[in-house]
């Protein structure tokens, strides 16, 4: 088995600047690469920001965090990725653009370095098809936000060996992590049973079954969710949201797991949710303010 002590990171967008941070707190030296410059260098203020709160909560002691920031180093370029033990791909949720990934870093790869994809809906065995390595790659689906939430889904392709299953097992429980292993069907299991609720409270919202404010105030009321399914729909990204219902309703041919419109006219808006500053609640003033 492949003994990791160095983790390449390809995208520094939420989710990649999250597992960074867990994985440099786990003692692991980490090379965090995105094909933009600038986005690099806010996901670093990033996991500075996110560490530094952890210390004033308690969570982790100063020293850690130093150390922490110290392993993490930008990777301006994507070889570099190349030289790590095992590489994470943590970019948007796009076939296409994954597989695009892997091709590009296949060449610069050393011969023991495993592969792993943090996709939360798309088929692994689809992924590894992509590499020169599908018994090396593995799904590592860590939950957002990935320094709080305990979870990792560990999702095996059809031809990944029991070696590499055995190595991602050992590394995420390192990170004290707890894992999970998921069969390779679409969305594994977390998102097969969450992202269809989430819809479901869009449809009834489009239905004009219950406003933002009123299904959101009974889903965590009414069934003690922590966060409304509206709410954690924006948190998550709707434009995301709406990729794994594709996944879904492509994969499984089921009318059940058909988008619902609003959530495509949603998306097509650009009102992503969070981070575009708009999605069924308005971010732009000084609290959520629902749009519907």
Sequence with gaps: MVDIKTVGIIGAGQMGTGIAHVVALGGYDVLLHDVSQERLQQGLSVIEKNMTRQVSRGVIEPAAMEAAMKRIKPAGELQAVGGTDLAIEAATENEETKK????????????????????????????????????????????????????????????????TYETA?????????????AEDFPAFIVNRILVPMINEAIYTLYEGVGTVDAI??????????????????????????????????????????????????????GWLGRKSGRGFYDYRGDKPVPTR
């Excluded at 097992?169 to 292993?181: E, P, R």
């Excluded at 969710?225 to 994969?251: A, C, K, Q, R």
């Design 100 to 163: 695009t990934i892997f091709k590009a870093l296949s060449p610069h790869l050393g011969p023991d370095t495993l592969l792993a994809s943090n996709t939360s809906s798309i088929s692994i065995t689809r992924l590894a098809s992509a590499t020169d390595r599908p018994g090396k790659f593995i799904g590592l689906h860590f939950m957002n936000p990935a320094p709080v939430m305990k979870l990792v889904e560990i999702i095996r392709g059809i031809a990944t060996d029991a070696d």
């Design 169 to 181: 097992v050992q590394f995420a429980q390192s990170l004290g992590k707890t894992t999970s292993n």
């Design 216 to 269: 959101d105030t009974a889903m965590r009321l009414g069934a003690n969710h922590p966060m409304g399914p509206l709410e954690l729909g924006d948190f998550i990204g709707l434009d995301t949201v709406l990729s794994i219902m594709n996944v879904l309703y492509e994969g499984l041919a089921d009318s059940k797991y058909r988008p619902c419109p609003l959530l495509v006219k949603y998306v097509e808006a």
